[in-house]
């Protein structure tokens, strides 16, 4: 299986302050992933290193099998749009899109066109004149007219009303269909994400906290119902990511080796939502762990 991104080790450190450290993952070309983490999570700065803006401090990061740092023909088969979406403001979408097929060597001038003007947006009004979701529109026609092997998106539709969200998420699904194309998102729209997204990245305070394919990640996870007993060790059950009690009862997010027979506790499936909010509050690697989810 080949892979669009693969990390060992990697870590960015900004001063003294570890934005990213020890992260090693793999996304498998093909995927659409999710990156999800909380603010200051170091989603971006992955991303970042990813097209080769920021330089790792440590570790190893390959894009598509090759080192990102200065490699023309690597950035050729990646499209990238950063958190803030940056545009030429004095440039209209026309311009840019002429801009694009001058500097890119696979770009389809044709689908940016047709989807700016799909969507309303004025292809001659400078850029700087558009509302903030029509200016991330218009940076992520242009990376999808690239038509990038890989594609990284810094919360891309964080701007878009919930319409246009639906839509541009489809638009990814339909991009990927053909095998050829790999998704990294980030983003903080669990909904959204659950929707489109086959793969997931859980960064926690600068670690990896989960990773993986999201049917067998929400299969190998449940949550168990029953009275309320202290920490015991249950059978099926590989790791307590969260727990809590009433008087009477308690429930549990687990990860599961194996079934669970003891008719103690109801087992119940997770979303991938219940499952991202386990992750996030579970203590973070290599932070000072004071038990699991006591
Ligand atoms: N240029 C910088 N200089 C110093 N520290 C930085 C810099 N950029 C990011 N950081 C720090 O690195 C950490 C990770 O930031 P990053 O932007 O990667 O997080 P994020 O997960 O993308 O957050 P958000 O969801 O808020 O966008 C944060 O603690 C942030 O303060």
Redesign the pocket.
């Known amino acids: 299986m080949s892979m669009a991104l693969e990390a060992h080790g990697l870590g960015k450190r900004?001063?003294r302050?570890w934005?990213?450290r020890d992260c090693s993952l793999h996304l498998p070309a093909g995927r659409i992933a999710a990156l999800v983490?909380?603010?200051?999570?170091?989603?971006?700065?992955?991303l970042n290193m990813a097209v080769g803006l920021l330089r790792p401090t440590e570790g190893t990061l390959r894009v598509l099998g090759q080192s990102p740092g200065g490699n023309r023909d690597l950035m050729d088969r990646i499209g990238f749009v950063a958190?803030d979406t940056p545009l030429y403001p004095d440039f209209t979408a026309t311009e840019l899109i002429t801009m694009g097929a001058k500097l890119n060597r696979r770009w389809d001038t044709s689908l940016a066109r047709e989807r700016v003007e799909r969507l309303g947006i004025p292809l001659d009004r400078r850029t700087g004149e558009l509302s903030g979701g029509q200016r991330a529109q218009v940076a992520l026609a242009l990376a999808l007219a690239k038509r990038p092997e890989l594609l990284l998106l810094?919360?891309p539709v964080a701007s878009l009303d919930p319409l246009a969200r639906r839509e541009f998420m489809q638009v990814l699904m339909g991009s990927v269909a053909d095998g050829e194309t790999t998704v990294l998102l980030?983003s903080?729209l669990l909904g959204d994400l659950e929707r489109v997204c086959d793969y997931l990245i859980v960064?926690q305070a600068?670690h990896v906290q989960l990773l993986g394919g999201v049917d067998e990640l929400v299969s190998e996870h449940k949550t168990l119902v029953g009275p309320r007993r202290e920490r015991a060790s249950i059978a099926g059950v590989s790791e307590i990511v969260r727990e809590s009690h009433t008087d009477k009862q308690t429930t549990l997010l687990v990860r599961t080796d194996g079934p669970i027979l003891d008719p103690a506790w109801s087992v119940h499936d997770v979303t991938l939502e219940d499952l991202v909010l386990a992750y996030l509050a579970y203590p973070a690697p290599g932070r000072a762990i004071l038990g699991v989810a006591q």
């Open positions: 900004y001063r302050n934005a990213l983490g909380p603010n200051g999570a170091g989603k971006s700065t992955l958190q810094d919360e980030s903080h960064l600068a």
